[in-house]
T-cell receptor
Framework: DAGITQSPRHKVTETGTPVTLRCHQT?????MYWYRQDPGHGLRLIHY???????DKGEVSDGYSVSRSKTEDFLLTLESATSSQTSVYFC?????????????FGPGTRLLVL | AQRVTQPEKLLSVFKGAPVELKCNYS??????LFWYVQYSRQRLQLLLR??SRESIKGFTADLNKGETSFHLKKPFAQEEDSAMYYC????????????FGSGTRLQVQP
C-alpha cells in the first residue's frame, strides 16, 4: 500500500474546534496531496505540496491550511471545524518524472463535525 | 478549467453481463486519463491508465480524443467487481493533482 498512513483514522469533533490530520509516507515522494471525498462530488483537491515548505491551494481550500516541514509528513488543519467539513479525507503521494507517474492514496480519515 | 463527468451514479448488472462505465472529460490540452477503484471502505487503487493500454482484472479503457471519452469496459462482470469507480484526469501543466469525476457505483448481482 505504498507506505502511506493517515492519523487519526476516525475523529469526531465539535463545531469551532481546531483539528489536525496527519499524512505520513515512507516512499520519499516529492508531491503530496489532500483530497476530500463526498457523495456526488467524487474527490476534490484541498491543498497539495510539491516539496518541503512548498504548498499550494486546490479547488476547495477555504477553511483549511497545510504544512510540510519534512518530506514524509503533510499536515492538514481545520482552524475552526464546521459541519460542512464532515467528510472522508484522503492523502495521496506521487513522484513526477518517473515515466508512469502514479498517485497512491492513503487509507483515509473519517471526520465527523457535530 | 478541466472537468470529468461520470453520468451514472449506479450501474447494476448481473454476473456474467458486459459492463461499461462511462467517462467524459473536457480539457483543451493533452490529458492523462485514469480509472481508480475503491472497494468498500478501502483506499483508492489505480486500476488502469490510458498510456499503458493494459488490461487489469479484465477491464480495458480506450481514450477517444474525438469524443473526449475514456469509458471502462469489461466483457463479463464478476461479483468481486462490485465497487466504486472513479475516472480521473491529469493535465499537461505543472500541477500534478488529479481531477476526479463523481464516481459510479458498480453493483454486480449473482
Amino acid at each position: 500500500d505504498a507506505g502511506i498512513t493517515q492519523s487519526p483514522r476516525h475523529k469526531v469533533t465539535e463545531t469551532g474546534t481546531p483539528v489536525t490530520l496527519r499524512c505520513h509516507q515512507t516512499e520519499n515522494h516529492r508531491y503530496m496531496y489532500w483530497y476530500r471525498q463526498d457523495p456526488g462530488h467524487g474527490l476534490r483537491l484541498i491543498h497539495y505540496s510539491y516539496g518541503v515548505k512548498d504548498t499550494d491551494k486546490g479547488e476547495v481550500s477555504d477553511g483549511y491550511s497545510v504544512s510540510r516541514s519534512k518530506t514524509e509528513d503533510f499536515l492538514l488543519t481545520l482552524e475552526s471545524a464546521t459541519s460542512s467539513q464532515t467528510s472522508v479525507y484522503f492523502c495521496a503521494i506521487s513522484e513526477p518524472g518517473t515515466g508512469q507517474e502514479t498517485q497512491y492514496f492513503g487509507p483515509g480519515t473519517r471526520l465527523l463535525v457535530l | 478549467a478541466q472537468r470529468v463527468t461520470q453520468p451514472e451514479k449506479l450501474l447494476s448488472v448481473f454476473k456474467g453481463a458486459p459492463v461499461e462505465l462511462k467517462c467524459n472529460y473536457s480539457y483543451s490540452g493533452s490529458p492523462e486519463l485514469f480509472w481508480y477503484v475503491q472497494y468498500s471502505r478501502q483506499r483508492l487503487q489505480l486500476l488502469l491508465r490510458h498510456i499503458s493500454r493494459e488490461s487489469i482484472k479484465g477491464f480495458t479503457a480506450d481514450l477517444n480524443k474525438g469524443e473526449t471519452s475514456f469509458h471502462l469496459k469489461k466483457p463479463f462482470a464478476q461479483e468481486e467487481d462490485s465497487a466504486m469507480y472513479y475516472c480521473a484526469l491529469r493535465t499537461d501543466t505543472g500541477r500534478r493533482a488529479l481531477t476526479f469525476g463523481s464516481g459510479t457505483r458498480l453493483q454486480v448481482q449473482p
